[in-house]
């Protein structure tokens, strides 16, 4: 049995790859093709050939005064991106209507900072009533930072389904892209969200100068987090930010990216995110054999191809948008869990 085979094996029986296993979907010699028909393949297992759209609504843009290397929207930074405070909860919710009539199923709202207020928090929940009064189906997901006691809480009860925060790089190089939060911090975010009941969601950027190590690190961490969802993104280097000018990545090197976290998540929404189309171009079709989730036109503070555009990607892939009425996960393996009917109580031996 070839590496790629053994793979698709493992991830249909959701069991996590070897590291030797994972660095291999990065460097091994497998053709392009073979490799993303073996993900395409537990894809098509989990998913089908469906595809969730998702949308995000920057809430809050620019004059952050965290340091991420990556953003355009950090502390000194001079990428001439669009500043504004707070857009009132009808203008948002004017801008997710549009988003869900063309097929979004998850509205993302995000807003730049290092963690909300609890007055940011009650703006959020007027946000949520607002998208919801027109669109009780669909979901919500909150981007804000750093999560503190209790706010977790508090979007749950408004209405959130989800809430995201990426960890975006290895535990190992996260002080060489930011300097005023820890990767502990991230970690603690994701999981205050997940114990209070919202829908965690966690990815990466990749292009940053990160190692194949480093890959693989981000991506058993996360694994460890469990997320419902892990967006994948590909660097855009803003002018005005410390990453400017670092175009490392190519179209294959993506698409095994994508690969390695389909094995490593086979039946978890993996989503392409930001930098999709500068960097994989004309292979996007072929990264939606691996992913099962896209963002709907733009982004934070960039632009995506037009939301006809990825319909029409969709469409000519042969795949269908995911509905709203239609459970984006695969139902849990409950034969995963075994009762024990043996040692302690019982007449039949303990197994060791």
């Not at 929207?73 to 991106?81: P, Y």
């Not at 690969?259 to 079709?285: K, M, S, Y």
Request: hydrophobic letters at 40%; a negative charge; one cysteine or more.
């Amino acid at each position: 049995m070839n590496v790629l085979e053994g793979l698709v094996n493992k991830a249909l029986d959701r069991t996590l790859p070897t590291r030797d296993e994972a660095l291999h979907v990065l460097t091994g010699d497998d053709d392009l093709l073979d490799v993303v028909a073996a993900a395409y393949r537990v894809r098509r297992e989990f998913f089908g050939r469906r595809v969730k759209l998702n949308t995000i609504i920057n809430m809050k843009s620019g004059l952050c005064p965290e340091d991420c290397g990556y953003c355009s929207q950090r502390l000194g930074s001079t990428a001439e991106i669009m500043k504004y405070s707070w857009i009132d909860p009808a203008e948002a919710a004017q801008l997710a209507s549009k988003a869900v009539d063309a097929g979004a199923k998850r509205v993302c709202l995000v807003a730049s900072g290092r963690g909300p207020g609890d007055r940011d928090v009650r703006r959020v929940e007027g946000t949520i009533d607002a998208i919801k009064a027109e669109h009780p189906q669909v979901e919500i997901c909150v981007c804000l930072g750093l999560l503190k006691d209790g706010q977790a809480e508090v979007l749950r009860d408004a209405g959130a389904h989800a809430y995201s925060h990426n960890l975006n790089t290895s535990e190992e190089r996260y002080g060489d892209i930011c300097t005023t939060h820890t990767y502990a911090d991230r970690v603690d975010t994701v999981e205050r969200a997940t114990k209070a009941g919202l829908s965690p969601c966690s990815g990466a950027i990749f292009g940053m100068g990160e190692s194949d190590d480093d890959i693989v690190d981000l991506a058993f961490a996360l694994r460890e987090l469990d997320p419902d969802s892990v967006p994948i993104n590909f660097l855009i280097p803003f002018e005005g930010t410390p990453l400017e000018g670092r175009w490392q990545l190519t179209p294959e090197r993506c698409l095994r990216i994508l690969v390695l976290f389909r094995f490593c998540f086979p039946d978890v929404e993996v989503r392409l995110a930001g930098g999709r189309e500068i960097h994989l171009r004309g292979l996007q079709t072929l990264a939606l054999h691996v992913a099962n989730s896209i963002f709907l036109g733009d982004y934070l503070t960039s632009e995506g191809q037009p939301g006809t555009d990825d319909l029409q990607l969709i469409a000519d892939a042969g795949f269908t948008v995911e509905g709203l009425d239609h459970a984006t996960l695969p139902a849990a393996r409950h034969d995963l869990v075994t009762l024990r009917r043996r040692g302690a109580g019982t007449t039949t031996p303990l197994n060791a």
